[in-house]
């Protein structure tokens, strides 16, 4: 059956198509072309557009080094200016006679630290430096101070330097954490040790915080400020603390830099005294004698490194009882700083100090005696009145008049020393233990029996606490108080103390309380 229906859209479409084909055909390709050409221009436009887009990044870029490169330029001129117009030519006689200022008197006698304070009033005058110029000009000027021994005014440079650089680039960027190091590196010199070490803890946290810590390890500046904080842990009597960080840092350099590298070498060196420090002198003079002969090697026999590694291994030689190998060494370097850098310098008197320490540990006491009575007075004028090395000379003079038995010259010198060391470092550190223990020692030797159990009294509960009851300092300590109470004729206190622990006791024995602080003389800190 066939039914009738209505024509379908398909049927309709398809009639058409073959009615009118050649059209149909015709219209769909003009439809393809249009659709092409629209594609084509689309892509070509977009391909304009990327390459305008790179064309402008491109001219952005070479823009920018080119501002970087001026800005660059400015700077370097900048300093080149400054240190020309400002500094280098006040060398000349010439120059000096025409600098003409009311509050810095220039003549042909000015030493370099006038020409100093003279580039930095210039520098405190100056308005028109862009602030990373004047932090490096501020840097510049502060390391030289340091290397003048002027402590104080290389702190201010380096703080203002510092002040500059966080205002400019904020707190973590590698130019202020290198100058906050540079500060702390002489406010150390200067005996501000907990400062020092608060500054550099945050840099050290910020630069591994940067780069992560596996990064940033065997980077140069964080090897120089684990360094740094190295010696400071050890002034403030973190002795361990110090040697682990040098170890480490050691290591590092080693890969680093190579076994026979400079900063190497000055690691060794910090490690050698830290060591010491830590009565651990075998590794100590094994340390210190690898430094000398790589520093020998590489530095030569006229560099500062070389000879202050000398005098400390002299000094270490001279605690183990080698008075022969010890005098030449510290005798030669007191020659080499006197020659070099004066007799005012801190580093020749370190030096005299060291020389003083070998004659009285030697027994050439008549000799010992006006070289710390000298070494004691350069300190004060040197590093003022208030620097703990003032003590550590104050103690060290004590010792010798002890055992010359000059007991009551030794007493006030005894008595400043624990105060000064107490006020500067606080009662738990294991210097001021140590001070109190030899203050304890002297009122003993006076007859002072009641004054100097109270003391040792003290002192020994304090050294148990800070040390430890195994450590040598506390049991010599401990075995001061038992002399005290056996003259005393306490001998039932005197006994006890004597017998707990005897295997370690017989290791120390016999007891000299003047040595109880030899580790912390001034002689002996000759960094």
Not at 84 to 106: N, P
Not at 233 to 251: K, P, Y
Request: contains cysteine.
């Amino acid at each position: 059956v066939v039914e009738a229906q209505p024509p379908s859209a398909g049927y309709r479409l398809k009639k058409v198509f073959l009615r009118y084909r050649p059209y149909v055909i015709a219209a769909s390709l003009l439809f393809v072309a249009l659709l092409a050409g629209t594609v084509g221009t689309g892509w070509g436009l977009w391909e304009a557009k990327r390459q305008a887009d790179l064309f402008m990044a491109e001219s952005l870029e070479k823009d920018q080094a080119l501002q970087s490169e001026a800005r660059e330029r400015a700077y370097a001129e900048a300093i080149a200016d400054f240190v020309t117009r400002d500094f280098l030519a006040l060398t000349s006689l010439e120059g000096r006679l025409d600098f003409d200022d009311q509050d810095v008197a220039l003549t042909k006698d000015s030493t370099l630290r006038d020409l100093l304070d003279r580039a930095t009033l210039k520098l405190d005058r100056r308005s028109d430096l862009e602030p990373r110029t004047e932090a490096r000009l501020r840097s510049m000027i502060g390391r030289s101070y340091h290397y003048l021994g002027e402590h104080q005014p290389a702190i201010d440079a380096f703080q203002r330097a510092r002040e500059l650089l966080l205002e400019m680039e904020g707190a973590d960027s590698v130019d202020t954490l290198d100058a906050q190091d540079n500060l702390a590196e002489v406010l150390t010199a200067n005996g501000k040790y907990e400062d020092a070490r608060l500054l550099l803890e945050a840099s050290l946290a910020s630069r591994l915080a940067r780069d992560g810590e596996q990064a940033s390890d065997a980077d140069r500046e964080t090897l120089r400020n684990m360094s740094l904080l190295a010696k400071v842990s050890r002034r403030l009597g973190n002795v361990q603390e110090a040697i682990d960080l040098l170890e480490r840092s050691l290591l590092l350099h080693r890969q680093t830099e190579g076994p026979e590298a400079h900063n190497t070498l000055t690691n060794m060196y910090d490690l050698g005294l830290a060591y010491r420090q830590a009565e651990l002198r075998e590794k100590a003079i094994d340390t210190l004698e690898q430094a000398l002969v790589l520093q020998k090697k590489t530095l030569g026999t006229d560099h500062p490194d070389t000879n202050a590694c000398a005098g400390s291994l002299g000094v270490l030689y001279s605690n183990a009882g080698d008075y022969v190998k010890a005098i030449p060494l510290v005798e030669g370097e007191l020659a080499w700083t006197r020659a070099t850098y004066g007799e005012e310098h801190p580093k020749s008197i370190y030096a005299l100090a060291g020389v003083a320490v070998v004659y009285r540990d030697s027994s050439q006491l008549g000799r010992a005696i006006p070289l710390f009575e000298q070494a004691l007075e350069q300190v004060k004028t040197t590093f003022g009145p208030d620097h703990p090395n003032v003590a550590s000379a104050a103690s060290s003079l004590a010792i010798a008049h002890r055992l010359a038995g000059q007991h009551d010259r030794a007493l006030p010198l005894l008595e400043s020393a624990w105060q000064q060391t107490q006020a500067t470092l606080g009662s738990k550190h294991p210097t001021t233990i140590t001070r109190l223990s030899n203050l304890a020692a002297g009122h003993n030797s006076l007859g002072n029996s009641e004054t100097a159990l109270e003391l040792y009294e003290q002192c020994l509960e304090q050294s148990t606490l800070v040390l430890g009851s195994e450590h040598s300092n506390t049991l010599r300590i401990a075995q001061g108080l038992a002399v005290t109470y056996r003259k005393a004729k306490q001998f039932d206190k005197a006994i006890s103390l004597l017998a707990d622990p005897p295997a370690v006791r017989g290791s120390i024995w016999p007891w000299r309380p003047a040595f109880a602080a030899q580790q912390s003389e001034f002689g002996s800190q000759l960094s």
